[in-house]
């Protein structure tokens, strides 16, 4: 069964960095193209970044381009997300999600498999 379980969340202040970690059980993440995706109060889901599963190409939504890098170690069958530079609305409830078929989209709907995701909270 494919399992994917989120961490890294906390509070930071605006400006700081936190790194998000996906990993994968029940199944090799190098099958898979991995994405992030967050949801605040109020908002749909929306994506973020992904990472298709040679980890040579990758897919950044305009709002953390420059300051968000996604990475994987299929060896370790976890996918990371560095977060830069953080603002507070980037505010969210952050979620890993798998899609076997590597369309590199930032479509929440082309994903499955998604974590119970870990909070990340910008605030001074």
């Known amino acids: 069964q494919l399992q994917l379980v989120e961490s890294g969340g906390g509070l930071v202040q605006p400006g700081g960095s936190l790194r998000l970690s996906c990993a994968a059980s029940g199944f090799a993440l190098e099958h898979y193209a991995i994405g992030w995706f967050r949801q605040a109060p109020g908002k749909e889901r929306e994506g973020v970044s992904c990472?298709?599963?040679?980890?040579?190409?990758?897919n950044y939504a305009d709002s953390v381009k420059g300051r968000f890098t996604i990475s994987r170690d299929n060896a370790q069958n976890t996918a990371w997300l560095q977060m830069n530079s953080l603002k507070p609305e980037d505010t969210a409830v952050y979620y890993c999600?798998?899609?076997?078929?590597?369309?590199?989209?930032?479509?929440?709907?082309?994903?499955?498999?998604y974590g119970q995701g870990t909070q990340v909270t910008v605030s001074s």
């Open positions: 999600a798998a899609d076997p078929l590597e369309r590199l989209s930032l479509e929440p709907a082309d994903f499955r498999s």
């Open positions: 990472i298709s599963s040679t980890g040579r190409t990758t």
